[in-house]
């Protein structure tokens, strides 16, 4: 048993929530309170038995580890692969633990459907874990968009009085984006088939194709798209604030901490592999795009008068951050964005459960009605402190370690991206510390705010974990830094000798290459 977990831990982790969905079609709807601890339970195991990977990962290396390889579909080239490496690692881990806190937030406050709730989000689960795990293009978009289904399902049927619109223009948006993935995968299919004869999905097997640049333009904007809609970048951003608003707080939590993520994931792991003389063309433009976001997204979030649409719109500039970070194309921008997906999934995430907890108490976001919060709930304004400081870089909490490195990294880059990049940094602590005096100081005067209590000790375990790792990545950030740095390493050094290789094939087989590229092996 051991042994077989040991092996197949990968799996274990992806589909266990999943097979816990199937188990609670069996229970009674009306057992809402054993289906709050069982999914609970099973979350927290879910996130115990991906320990290990952290423990066990190997940082000297940049191979896939834990592989596991079993024939799908063989006779079209189709397998069931999953491995990780350093740059999926945080992202696997910052799932499994954010859905035991996402369930524990929705303690209270999911009261209709309970049991349709927790079916979606374990379905949700194994999902994103399925996209950051997958190495077969087909596995991966199918895990893509099967995702897409459990978070319509939870915008629109827990959401806000807007949800079903919400719902709908997610989904559409995602989906759009999808489809030119899925052209392009299949074009990548057929040409590494007639480059080596051999009918292969495989990324692996795909990264041993060496592609034209023509080529590389195509492909590499179908895959852009995708991600660009998932990030959200400027200015496929305009579904992000509906979902964040109209999703349950719980939804808002795994939009802003995963879903993201797979967006700038994408860029990581297939762009810059995949199309490296191309992808280093558009440097100029997508870093253009993510400082436009950062402070679009800033200064839209400077004049919110709703909490919750004030920190998704600070997604949007955080984001840009991470973007500029992948595209510096050096080792310090590229580990400056891996670290500050995790850190925006933390930081972010902690912010989208502060609000739903004022909410559940007041039963509105409106920054003008609140004020003096921190003389009646002074627990709740010392987290909402915290998360805010994180949100913003200060020094000793995980917010700067990105945001440092990613500066550091496009200055590496470009002086003047940097330069305009760092006024982000600036405006987000305008808008993120306007907001929080805003809101917990100066004089206690609605009559409806004397009368609230404080978190109780449910919502203290919720925050707690968080705050903990925010202040780990904030003070030794070497640990989480050390589990990627191999990886972003080998992938700048294979980038740059596939870009050599194919500018080399052009000058010597212009016709033949053009036409159906070749195998590097």
Same mark, same amino acid.
């Given at each position: 048993?051991?042994?077989?977990?040991?092996?197949?831990?990968?799996?274990?982790?992806?589909?266990?929530?999943?097979?816990?969905?199937?188990?609670?079609?069996?229970?009674?709807?009306?057992?809402?309170?054993?289906?709050?601890?069982?999914?609970?339970?099973?979350?927290?195991?879910?996130?115990?038995?991906?320990?290990?990977?952290?423990?066990?990962?190997?940082?000297?290396?940049?191979?896939?580890?834990?592989?596991?390889?079993?024939?799908?579909?063989?006779?079209?080239?189709?397998?069931?692969?999953?491995?990780?490496?350093?740059?999926?690692?945080?992202?696997?881990?910052?799932?499994?633990?954010?859905?035991?806190?996402?369930?524990?937030?929705?303690?209270?406050?999911?009261?209709?459907?309970?049991?349709?709730?927790?079916?979606?989000?374990?379905?949700?689960?194994?999902?994103?874990?399925?996209?950051?795990?997958?190495?077969?293009?087909?596995?991966?978009?199918?895990?893509?968009?099967?995702?897409?289904?459990?978070?319509?399902?939870?915008?629109?049927?827990?959401?806000?009085?807007?949800?079903?619109? =919400?719902?709908?223009?997610?989904?559409?948006?995602?989906?759009?984006?999808?489809?030119?993935?899925?052209?392009?995968?299949?074009?990548?299919?057929?040409?590494?088939?007639?480059?080596?004869?051999?009918?292969?999905?495989?990324?692996?097997?795909?990264?041993?194709?060496?592609?034209?640049?023509?080529?590389?333009?195509?492909?590499?904007?179908?895959? =852009?798209?995708?991600?660009?809609?998932?990030?959200?970048?400027?200015?496929?951003?305009?579904?992000?604030?509906?979902?964040?608003?109209?999703?349950?707080?719980?939804?808002?939590?795994?939009?802003?901490?995963?879903?993201?993520?797979?967006?700038?994931?994408?860029?990581?792991?297939?762009?810059?592999?995949?199309?490296?003389?191309?992808?280093?063309?558009?440097?100029?433009?997508?870093?253009?795009?993510?400082?436009?976001?950062?402070?679009?997204? =800033?200064?839209?979030?400077?004049?919110?008068?709703?909490?919750?649409?004030?920190?998704?719109?600070?997604?949007?500039?955080?984001?840009?951050?991470?973007?500029?970070?992948?595209?510096?194309?050096?080792?310090?921008?590229?580990?400056?964005?891996?670290?500050?997906?995790?850190?925006?999934?933390?930081?972010?995430?902690?912010?989208?459960?502060?609000?739903?907890?004022?909410?559940?108490?007041?039963?509105?976001?409106?920054?003008?009605?609140?004020?003096?919060?921190?003389?009646?709930?002074?627990?709740?304004?010392?987290?909402?402190?915290?998360?805010?400081?994180?949100?913003?870089?200060?020094?000793?909490?995980?917010?700067?370690?990105?945001?440092?490195?990613?500066?550091?990294?496009?200055?590496?880059?470009?002086?003047?991206?940097?330069?305009?990049?760092?006024?982000?940094?600036?405006?987000?602590?305008?808008?993120?510390?306007?907001?929080?005096?805003?809101?917990?100081?100066?004089?206690?005067?609605?009559?409806?705010?004397?009368?609230?209590?404080?978190?109780?000790?449910?919502?203290?375990?919720?925050?707690?974990?968080?705050?903990?790792?925010?202040?780990?990545?904030?003070?030794?950030?070497?640990?989480?830094?050390?589990?990627?740095?191999?990886?972003?390493?080998?992938?700048?050094?294979?980038?740059?000798?596939?870009?050599?290789?194919?500018?080399?094939?052009?000058?010597?087989?212009?016709?033949?290459?053009?036409?159906?590229?070749?195998?590097?092996?």
């Amino acid at each position: 048993m051991i042994e077989f977990m040991q092996n197949h831990i990968l799996t274990i982790i992806t589909f266990l929530p999943v097979f816990g969905a199937v188990i609670l079609l069996f229970v009674p709807r009306e057992k809402d309170e054993f289906v709050r601890y069982y999914t609970l339970i099973l979350t927290t195991i879910v996130f115990l038995i991906s320990l290990p990977i952290l423990l066990g990962f190997q940082s000297g290396t940049s191979a896939f580890q834990f592989e596991e390889k079993a024939n799908w579909i063989p006779s079209l080239g189709i397998h069931y692969h999953l491995g990780i490496d350093g740059i999926s690692l945080l992202m696997v881990m910052l799932t499994t633990f954010l859905m035991p806190i996402v369930i524990l937030s929705s303690w209270t406050y999911i009261q209709k459907r309970v049991k349709q709730y927790m079916m979606v989000f374990l379905m949700l689960e194994t999902g994103m874990l399925g996209v950051f795990l997958s190495l077969d293009m087909i596995l991966f978009y199918v895990f893509w968009e099967g995702m897409l289904i459990p978070m319509y399902f939870i915008i629109g049927v827990w959401g806000g009085p807007r949800r079903i619109y =919400a719902a709908i223009k997610f989904f559409m948006y995602t989906m759009f984006g999808g489809v030119f993935m899925l052209v392009a995968i299949i074009t990548l299919y057929l040409i590494h088939y007639h480059a080596t004869g051999v009918y292969s999905f495989d990324f692996q097997d795909f990264q041993s194709v060496l592609l034209p640049v023509p080529t590389q333009f195509w492909l590499f904007l179908a895959f =852009a798209l995708a991600f660009a809609i998932k990030v959200p970048m400027f200015p496929f951003h305009t579904w992000l604030p509906d979902a964040h608003v109209e999703a349950p707080t719980g939804g808002s939590v795994i939009l802003a901490g995963v879903l993201l993520k797979m967006g700038t994931y994408g860029f990581l792991r297939f762009c810059l592999t995949l199309f490296p003389n191309v992808s280093t063309e558009f440097v100029g433009l997508i870093s253009v795009i993510a400082i436009v976001g950062i402070i679009y997204g =800033a200064l839209v979030s400077m004049v919110q008068p709703d909490l919750k649409k004030l920190v998704a719109y600070s997604s949007v500039s955080h984001l840009g951050f991470v973007m500029l970070g992948i595209f510096a194309l050096n080792v310090e921008g590229l580990q400056g964005g891996i670290i500050q997906m995790l850190n925006h999934g933390l930081s972010t995430g902690a912010l989208f459960l502060v609000v739903g907890m004022i909410y559940e108490r007041r039963h509105t976001r409106l920054i003008s009605d609140f004020g003096g919060l921190a003389k009646q709930i002074p627990i709740f304004a010392t987290f909402f402190m915290i998360v805010t400081l994180s949100s913003i870089g200060l020094p000793g909490l995980n917010g700067f370690v990105g945001e440092f490195l990613i500066l550091l990294g496009t200055f590496q880059a470009n002086e003047a991206f940097a330069i305009f990049a760092a006024t982000g940094v600036i405006l987000g602590a305008v808008y993120m510390l306007w907001m929080f005096h805003r809101v917990n100081f100066g004089p206690l005067t609605k009559e409806e705010n004397k009368k609230l209590k404080d978190l109780n000790l449910r919502e203290i375990f919720v925050l707690v974990p968080i705050v903990l790792v925010i202040f780990w990545i904030g003070v030794y950030p070497k640990y989480f830094l050390n589990k990627t740095e191999k990886s972003v390493e080998d992938l700048l050094k294979n980038r740059q000798v596939r870009q050599e290789q194919v500018l080399l094939l052009e000058k010597q087989l212009p016709v033949n290459f053009v036409l159906k590229g070749i195998s590097s092996k």
